[in-house]
C-alpha cells in the first residue's frame, strides 16, 4: 500500500497514520516529524526550519523533496508508505511524479477550518514517535504521558493561534490544490493514476478510521 493522506492542518492526519500503517505494515513518512526532530537535534535544517514552521509558512520544496527521496531509499519502505503531509505543494507533487514515486491511493481527510482551532488548542505529541492525543477528543491514559512508552507529551509551538490561523491560509493558497491535482489525474485513469477518495473527518476518532479502512479496500 502506497498512500498519500491529504488535509488541513489538525485534520487528524497523523492521528490515522497510527491506523493505517498498522494495518498495512507501512512506515509513515511525515515530513512535519522528520522537521521536528530536526528542530529538537539542532542540526542547521532544524535551526532553519523552526523560523519557518514557528511562523506557520512552509518550509522550501528543495529541502523538503530531498528529504523525502532520501527516505524513500530505506528499505522499510519497499513495502509501501504512508505521506503524512506531504506533498504540500504543487513542485513537491510535480518531484514525485518525475521520480517515478507510485501512488496507489490518495485519502483527503475533510474538516471544516471552524472545528480546527479547538482541535490544536487541545493537541499533546510524543515528540519521538509522533503519536498524537487530544486533551479532550483523544485522551491518553494517563493525563501528559504517552499510552506506549510513558514518556511526557508536549504542545507543539506552532499550534498558537494566531500560527493555526495562518498555517489554514497557507494550506488554502498552496495546498488545497492538490485536491483537484490527484484528483483529476485519478479520473482521467491514466497509467500510474492513483485512486482519489475523501472521507468526512469529523466525528469520533474510530469512526473515522473505519471510514478510512473502507475508502482504502475499496
Ligand atoms: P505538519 O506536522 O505536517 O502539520 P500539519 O499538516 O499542519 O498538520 P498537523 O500535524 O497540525 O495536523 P494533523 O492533520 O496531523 O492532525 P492530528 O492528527 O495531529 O507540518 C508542520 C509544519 O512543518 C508546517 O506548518 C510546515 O512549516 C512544515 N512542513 C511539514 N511538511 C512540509 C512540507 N511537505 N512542505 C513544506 N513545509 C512542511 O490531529 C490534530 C488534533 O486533533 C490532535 O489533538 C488530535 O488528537 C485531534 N483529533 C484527531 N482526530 C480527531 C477527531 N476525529 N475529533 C476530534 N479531535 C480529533
Ligand atoms: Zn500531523
Known amino acids: 500500500m502506497r498512500l498519500i493522506l491529504l488535509g488541513a492542518p489538525g485534520a487528524g492526519k497523523g492521528t490515522q497514520a497510527t491506523f493505517i500503517k498498522e494495518k498495512f505494515n507501512i512506515p509513515q513518512i511525515s515530513t512535519g516529524d522528520m522537521l521536528r526532530a530536526a528542530v529538537k537535534a539542532g542540526t542547521p535544517l532544524g535551526i532553519a526550519a523552526k523560523k519557518v514552521m514557528d511562523a506557520g509558512g512552509l518550509v522550501s520544496d528543495d529541502i523538503i523533496i530531498g528529504l523525502v527521496k532520501d527516505r524513500l531509499k530505506q ?127 469529523v466525528g469520533p476518532v474510530e469512526q473515522i478510521r473505519d471510514s478510512a479502512f473502507a475508502a482504502l479496500e475499496a
Open 75 to 201: 528499505a522499510d519502505c519497499a513495502n509501501g508508505y504512508l505521506f503524512d503531509g506531504f506533498p504540500r505543494t504543487i513542485p513537491q507533487a510535480d518531484a514525485m511524479k518525475e521520480a517515478g514515486v507510485s501512488i496507489d491511493y490518495v485519502l483527503e481527510i475533510d474538516v471544516p477550518d471552524s472545528a480546527i482551532i479547538e482541535r490544536m488548542s487541545g493537541r499533546r505529541v510524543h515528540l519521538s514517535s509522533g503519536r498524537t492525543y487530544h486533551a479532550k477528543f483523544n485522551p491518553p491514559k494517563v493525563a501528559g504521558k504517552d499510552d506506549v512508552t510513558g514518556e511526557d507529551l508536549i504542545q507543539r509551538d506552532d499550534d498558537k493561534e494566531e500560527t493555526v490561523k495562518k498555517r489554514l491560509s497557507v494550506y488554502h493558497e498552496q495546498t488545497e490544490v492538490l485536491v483537484n491535482y490527484y484528483g483529476d489525474w485519478a479520473k482521467a485513469g491514466l497509467p500510474g493514476a492513483p485512486k482519489y477518495r475523501k472521507i468526512a473527518g
